[in-house]
């Protein structure tokens, strides 16, 4: 080399990121609205065809998860050390596994799911239709699906007069 001539460095290549941290998910929706808010409310709204019905649950959705599909209880964040994006990315990939997910005793998602068959049952919809368990649209879909099994809350949503008997149907029977 001469003294005076610049040292040229090869590129250095990008970082490979692992498969196993990005799931191919089913991420196709037909929800419609603007917000979150509309899409749950439209949603739920062709299903129960009661606005009173709707109004309560979604009171409920609301104190439960914020409308976050996503929602990790708050007080599991800091036990297993997880914010809902990465508990969610965690399970979807499966580095946190569906027995973790099922019998950790963290409520989960827009119901806050948290007794394990319960959680169990939506994690195997969730996975069976290959959508995140954070999916809104699969999460509304299977909460339906939940609540038509509670026949007595069912028919009140359907017939509810009041977002009041609407939501103490939803609250004690089926949060309990």
């Known amino acids: 080399m001469n003294a005076g001539s610049p040292v040229v460095k090869p590129p250095v290549p990008a970082p490979v990121v692992p ?3 990005k799931p191919s998910l089913n991420t196709s ?5 603007a917000s979150t808010e509309e899409k749950i409310w439209n949603f739920l709204l062709k299903e129960i065809k009661n606005e009173y019905g709707v109004a309560g649950l979604m009171g409920n959705l609301r ?8 929602n990790l209880q708050g007080a599991y964040e800091k036990k297993l050390s997880h914010t809902d ?5 965690a399970v979807d990939n499966g580095q946190y ?25 939506l994690y195997e919809y969730l996975k069976g239709a290959n959508r995140s368990i954070g999916d809104l649209q699969g999460q509304l879909e299977y909460l339906v699906k ?6 007595k809350v069912w028919n ?13 149907s939803v609250v004690l029977y089926y949060e309990k």
């Not at 104190?63 to 996503?70: M, Q, R």
Request: aromatic content about 14%.
């Open 85 to 89: 994006e990465s508990y969610t990315l």
């Open 146 to 151: 939940e609540i038509k099994t509670y026949t």
């Open 97 to 121: 596994t569906k027995d973790q997910f099922v019998y950790d005793s963290a409520g989960y998602g827009l119901a806050q799911w948290t007794y394990w068959s319960r959680k169990k049952a």
């Open 29 to 33: 929706s037909s929800l419609v609205g």
């Open 156 to 168: 009140t949503l359907l017939n509810a007069k009041t977002v009041e008997e609407a939501s103490t």
């Open 63 to 70: 104190a439960e998860s914020s409308f976050k599909s996503s």
């Open 19 to 21: 498969e196993t941290t």
